[in-house]
Structure formats: C-alpha cells, structure tokens
C-alpha cells in the first residue's frame, strides 16, 4: 500500500497549491479518502474528506470556503485545492484512507502518506 502526496512548495499569502494524493496497492474506490495538516510544535489537525464516491465532503471550519477535496477513481488520485492561503495553513499535508469512516469522519483511517510540505509565507 502506499500514499504519495505532491504538490507542496512555497507559496505567498493569499496564493493557491494544489495538492495530490497518488494511492496504491488497495482497492481506492471502497475507500474514503482524508487530507490532515500538522504544524511544527501542534498535533495533526483533520483538514478535509471526501466519501468513496466523492459525493460527500467535510472540511474543518478554518478551511471550509477556501479548500476544495475531490477524488479521481479511474486515476486513484485524491487532490486538494487550497486557495486564498494563510500563514495559518503552513503544515505538512497528509493524506490517508478509511475504509470505514468515523460517523464524524474524522477516524477510521488505515493508510498514510508521508506527507508534503506547505509554506505560506507573509
């Protein structure tokens, strides 16, 4: 199994990255997929999900009007469209799959990426 995330770099307040989440080795379409963030010194925070089918998505409120989750069944890919960046938003982005979704959505995650780097810089 592996998550391969991309897409990261260095970016100036109020600019856009998009990330993507390559998945192998598992069945991709039975699986909802998440985005997370942690900081230096904070501990992983969920970001964003979207269901197996891609019709149901969940963002946390600091991110909710600015990201945009989707997923890509026939490719196994998941991205993440981050827009209007903060300083806030600098983290490394992981991205993980559940195969059974918390009702919150926020647990049940199995596999992980291991992560790429977001910079927002002032």
Same mark, same amino acid.
């Given at each position: $199994?592996?998550? #391969?995330?991309s897409? +990261?770099? &260095?970016v100036?307040?109020g600019? !856009? ?7 192998s ?5 039975n ?6 963030r942690?900081?230096?010194?904070k501990?992983?925070?969920? $970001?964003?999900v #979207?269901?197996w089918? +891609?019709? &149901?998505?969940?963002?946390?409120a !600091?991110?909710?009007?600015r990201?945009?989750v989707?997923r890509?069944n ?7 469209q981050?827009?209007?960046?903060k ?13 059974t979704?918390?009702?919150?959505y926020?647990?049940g ?12 810089s002032s």
């Amino acid at each position: $199994v592996q998550l #391969v995330e991309s897409g +990261g770099g &260095l970016v100036m307040t109020g600019g !856009s990255l998009n990330l993507s989440c390559a998945a192998s080795g598992f069945t991709f379409s039975n699986y909802g997929m998440g985005w997370f963030r942690q900081a230096p010194g904070k501990e992983r925070e969920f $970001v964003a999900v #979207v269901t197996w089918s +891609g019709q &149901l998505t969940k963002y946390s409120a !600091s991110v909710e009007g600015r990201f945009t989750v989707s997923r890509d069944n026939a490719k196994n890919i998941t991205t993440l469209q981050m827009n209007s960046l903060k300083a806030e938003d600098t983290a490394v982005y992981f991205c993980a799959a559940a195969a059974t979704l918390s009702v919150d959505y926020l647990r049940g995650y199995i596999y992980w990426g291991r992560g790429t780097q977001v910079t927002v810089s002032s």
